[in-house]
Nanobody, 116 residues
Framework: QVQLVESGGGLVQPGGSLRLSCAAS????????MAWYQQAPGKERELVAT???????NYADSVKGRFTISRDNAKNTVYLQMNSLKPEDTAVYYC??????????WGKGTLVTVSS
């Protein structure tokens, strides 16, 4: 089992920045892909960014150039640096983890609200 705990959400004005964190614990040796998803009110959960154990990253077109995903292996933590935030970025952000031969794991989410 893997446990994922997100933090760092909150209220921010348009154009502002936030950094989300996802701390992983448990059987993390099986994990080689971690990601952030967002779910806006009334919408389906969508992929924001992924990072592999080899540090390969991928981003949704809507966040390219504004968001950066990174990881600190020593702390078993993945980050999402969000800059130039827009009202349409308002959503619950979920941490995701999976690996070869293992299950999919989700955190409980952290709410990001972008509003003036």
């Amino acid at each position: 089992q893997v446990q994922l705990v997100e933090s760092g959400g909150g209220l921010v004005q348009p154009g502002g920045s936030l950094r989300l964190s996802c701390a992983a614990s448990g059987s993390i040796r099986s994990i080689n892909i971690m990601a952030w998803y967002q779910q806006a009110p009334g919408k389906e959960r969508e992929l924001v960014a992924t990072i592999t154990s080899g540090w390969r990253t991928n981003y949704a077109d809507s966040v390219k150039g504004r968001f950066t995903i990174s990881r600190d292996n020593a702390k078993n933590t993945v980050y999402l640096q969000m800059n130039s935030l827009k009202p349409e970025d308002t959503a619950v952000y979920y941490c995701y983890a999976t690996g070869v031969g293992t299950s999919i794991y989700w955190g409980k989410g952290t709410l990001v609200t972008v509003s003036s």
